[in-house]
């Protein structure tokens, strides 16, 4: 880009030809990057509370997070309080926070929105010198014309050594990259230090356009070389040898900690697979190192000579794993639905219905009850407020059961949308969290990390990138896939997409004498697998797991070796507290291996769980015309009521959900999908969007619970 090779001096004639070919563009880079990493697992490190938070559970040094604001969303904090409104903020900030602190944007960039505070008698001073009060710090909060989210994160101080050098406390840090190649081998291949002038909060370059200086570093030794500043007469850079502010000759400096800070960086880089290659910021503190941030599309250090070598060594890496130049995607638009306007009526206030909507509120409708029969527009009127007033789709009414003609109001105000339940989730889960629930590879990593009994998690397949695996092996090219699929994995598995959700694509296989049995009893090879996984339309990523068995007690309820599991909804309220709201028992009655609802289309059918003891109420399932909701006494296949079956663990399953709530804060309801194995409870998945089980006849009370301490 022009004004990309202006920042970097590209345009002076004077410029050797030798020297030019040094230099890449962002957009080059970014190709590389983007083969080696997997796009979904960007906000991993894109997020710095994710990143934060994602480093603790990893053991990672970083520094200490004190608390996540969120300008729609109560906050989370350290010490288990939850900051929702600005009298909680502001007594957080002024009771509970050290005297200096740091804030900066959740998803800054370049240094944007970074401030230091530090406490005064007269309450705190920032590192512009201007007083201001808790007030003042919440509304910067509050009113930032660009950030939604921020963190509150402990000051780190520099070394001594650095502070020597620099004559100054502002945070220098240690730009490291590190790439991991096909071998497995993770290893720094660039590093350079990020001086701070002092007239800055931060030692950001901001490619050329500040006051800051940034030093080669020998990998081997950490010894700076060349230094640069941005050319003060116009684009490029000017090359100094003494710092401008202590005159300490900068050839020959030797960074403290650099071998611990080397060391540290490959070891996180292993822990951030599939990630390939990040950017690490590294505070060399007097402790020693710490991580600052990761940069997953970091910049080209083009002002660094070696620049060509990095870039070469990335086009090897990626070409390694075979996935670089692949074909890109193109985007599907759909045409906007066209709408007829019904005609104006008191009881309609002028609606309009788009004609999708309306053909099939009268299709479901006939399906209640005949076109001619009288109580055919008693249904349909109905029907047009449910979708209207209540925001119910036509499908998610008819799958419930509310167009019958003698359902009760009484019995409607128990049912809830999928529309204004989100409503009501939104305020409760930040947005920016969500691909740490709905990535399941990325939620069975943090899982593992944080002790969280989940499936063993075999390996991570990608269409563009290279995958992992459990055992370090790199997964790439379709022979390393097939010969994993027939050598390391076990007897059997499960295999799902990443981001799927209602048990879509779900299988799970058996090794054979000729390869592999299906759910379905379909046989497989190697290659099948893989050309289903590398051709299925709707998702990029695949992830293969241990298969879970059921408990003996679930067996003897249901006869099925498929796995059955609890759905437990848990709230975090206003006082840090987690509740249980409600929870059912997902059965699995035909032929289906998974035992999702499906909007009632799978024949499964559903428990209610009493809280208190665990014990099941009767069953309830969708008529074979899907029309209305049956309740079943007994399990058709062993007899075995349902009403006070006790389910087992049902003590250990409320703890074990209770405490992983609070570790996915600041997420403050989740539904979570347990599996009752014979060696206790695990946890197979979690949903931050989960749907309202209606069938039941219960959301008014689990809404009420929501709606009443979510502030």
Not at 252 to 260: E, N
Not at 473 to 502: H, N, T, Y
Not at 503 to 524: C, E, H, R, S
Not at 563 to 569: K, N, P
Request: overall charge positive.
């Amino acid at each position: 880009m022009p004004q990309e090779a202006y920042e970097i001096g590209l345009f002076d004639p004077n410029l050797p030809d030798e020297e030019l070919s040094n230099y890449i563009s962002r957009t080059y880079l970014t190709k590389l990057q983007k083969a080696l990493n997997p796009a979904a697992w960007v906000p991993l490190l894109k997020d710095k509370g994710i990143f934060y938070r994602y480093c603790t559970a990893l053991g990672v040094p970083v520094p200490k997070l004190y608390a996540i604001f969120f300008r729609d969303n109560a906050g989370w904090s350290f010490d288990g309080s939850v900051p929702a409104s600005r009298d909680k903020w502001e007594k957080f900030i002024e009771s509970r926070l050290p005297s200096e602190f740091v804030i900066k944007p959740s998803q800054g960039s370049f240094g944007e929105g970074v401030n230091i505070f530090c406490r005064t008698n007269a309450g705190f001073i920032n590192a512009f010198g201007k007083q201001c009060s808790a007030a003042d710090i919440y509304e910067t909060m509050l009113l930032d014309p660009k950030y939604d989210s921020f963190i509150i994160q402990q000051r780190l101080k520099n070394h001594p050594d650095l502070v020597h050098l620099t004559g100054t406390q502002s945070l220098h840090t240690v730009r490291l990259v590190t790439s991991v190649d096909a071998a497995g081998h993770s290893r720094a291949i660039h590093a350079r230090l990020k001086l701070s002038s002092g007239q800055t909060v931060t030692d950001n370059w901001r490619h050329g356009q500040g006051e800051n200086a940034k030093a080669e570093l020998s990998l081997g030794e950490g010894v700076l070389g060349r230094v640069i500043i941005p050319a003060p007469d116009g684009p490029g850079v000017k090359v100094i040898h003494t710092h401008p502010k202590t005159g300490i000759h900068f050839d020959g400096f030797r960074l403290p900690f650099w071998k611990q800070a080397c060391s540290l960086v490959e070891r996180a880089a292993i822990k951030f697979l599939p990630i390939r290659t990040i950017g690490w910021d590294v505070a060399l503190t007097p402790d020693g190192p710490i991580i600052l941030e990761g940069n997953i599309w970091w910049d080209p250090p083009n002002q660094n000579l070696r620049m060509k070598i990095i870039s070469d060594t990335l086009r090897r890496d990626a070409e390694g794993f075979g996935v670089f130049n692949r074909a890109g995607r193109t985007l599907n638009i759909k045409a906007k639905p066209r709408k007829i306007r019904l005609v104006r009526h008191n009881f309609f206030g002028g609606l309009e219905l788009p004609v999708r909507e309306f053909f099939r509120i009268v299709r479901f409708c006939c399906a209640v009850t005949p076109l001619y029969n009288p109580d055919y527009l008693k249904v349909f009127l109905r029907a047009l407020r449910l979708w209207r007033k209540e925001q119910f789709t036509p499908e998610e009414a008819f799958q419930f059961g509310l167009f019958k003609p003698d359902i009760s109001n009484a019995e409607l105000s128990e049912c809830v949308s999928q529309v204004n339940l989100k409503k009501i989730q939104l305020p409760l889960n930040p947005l920016p969290w969500v691909p740490l629930v709905r990535n399941k590879s990325i939620f069975y990593r943090y899982c593992m990390a944080s002790g969280v009994p989940v499936p063993k998690l075999y390996a991570i397949f990608f269409k563009t990138n290279a995958g992992w695996s459990y055992d370090g092996s790199v997964l790439a090219a379709r022979d390393d896939w097939e010969k994993f699929f027939d050598i390391q994995l076990p007897s059997e598995f499960v295999v799902k997409p990443s981001e799927g959700a209602f048990g879509a694509l779900v299988n799970v296989f058996t090794k054979a004498d000729k390869g592999f049995i299906d759910g379905f009893g379909k046989q497989y090879k190697a290659a099948d697998i893989y050309d289903e996984m590398l051709s299925a339309p709707k998702y990029d990523s695949f992830l293969f797991q241990e298969r879970l068995k059921n408990h003996p007690e679930l067996m003897r309820l249901t006869n099925t070796h498929f796995l059955q599991t609890a759905r437990i909804v848990t709230f975090v309220d206003a006082a840090g507290r987690c509740h249980v709201l409600y929870a059912l028992l997902k059965l699995i009655l035909g032929q289906s291996v998974i035992d999702n609802w499906q909007h009632g289309l799978s024949g499964n059918a559903t428990a209610f769980i009493s809280l208190s003891d665990g014990l099941l109420g009767p069953a309830v399932t969708r008529s074979q015309d899907g029309s209305e909701l049956i309740t079943i006494p007994d399990h058709p296949k062993t007899g075995v009521p349902f009403d006070r079956f006790r389910l087992p663990f049902w003590p250990e399953i409320c703890s074990l959900v209770k405490e992983t709530a609070i570790k996915f804060l600041p997420v403050r309801t989740i539904g979570w999908d347990i599996a009752l194995t014979p060696d206790g409870p695990v946890i197979l998945e979690a949903n931050i969007w989960w749907g309202a089980s209606n069938q039941h006849r219960r959301m008014h009370i689990v809404l009420e619970a929501l709606s009443g301490n979510s502030k």
